[in-house]
């Protein structure tokens, strides 16, 4: 298919649909914003695109040999132990479409579980990523 690319979520579905010049080109589960941590709603843009993209939000904090002393940190709420350092949480593919949210490589458990992030499976999340580009139009739907 030729044309420009763009992408609508669902969150209500829980899927991204990828189009190119207009037409359907592919579908993907996804996990968008648990309860209190929603993603976010509206017309957007990809804004940055990062292969290798780590959170500076959450993550977790190891000690010098590198094990973890606290998962699921939040660097906003939750202080750094004395000695241990920060691993951000790994997001392959990132494309970022607002602030802290973007679509990205990540778990699926069928429901939204994320920080606000839209997850994807990591084939699709390659495909989504290889196929946009700065500026591709996201909507994002309740």
């Known amino acids: 298919m030729v044309g420009r690319p763009a992408v609508r979520i669902s969150i209500s579905e829980q899927r991204a649909y990828f189009y190119k010049g207009g037409q359907l080109a592919g579908v993907s589960p996804i996990s968008?914003?648990?309860?209190?941590?929603?993603?976010?709603?509206?017309?957007?843009?990809?804004?940055?695109?990062?292969?290798?993209?780590?959170?500076?939000?959450?993550?977790?904090?190891?000690?010098?040999?590198g094990k973890v002393i606290q998962k699921d940190v939040d660097t906003g709420k939750d202080a750094m132990p004395r000695g241990a350092?920060?691993?951000?949480?790994?997001?392959?593919?990132?494309?970022?479409?607002?602030?802290?949210?973007?679509?990205?490589?990540?778990?699926?458990?069928?429901?939204?579980?994320?920080?606000?992030?839209?997850?994807?499976?990591?084939?699709m999340a390659e495909a989504f990523f290889r196929s946009v580009t700065v500026g591709t139009p996201v909507s994002i739907q309740p």
């Open 32 to 65: 968008s914003g648990r309860e209190g941590r929603g993603t976010v709603t509206g017309n957007f843009h990809v804004i940055q695109k990062d292969k290798n993209h780590e959170s500076s939000l959450f993550g977790e904090y190891v000690d010098a040999s």
């Open 85 to 123: 350092h920060y691993n951000g949480a790994k997001m392959p593919n990132f494309m970022r479409i607002v602030a802290g949210i973007g679509m990205h490589e990540g778990f699926l458990p069928g429901y939204p579980a994320s920080h606000g992030c839209i997850r994807m499976p990591a084939l």
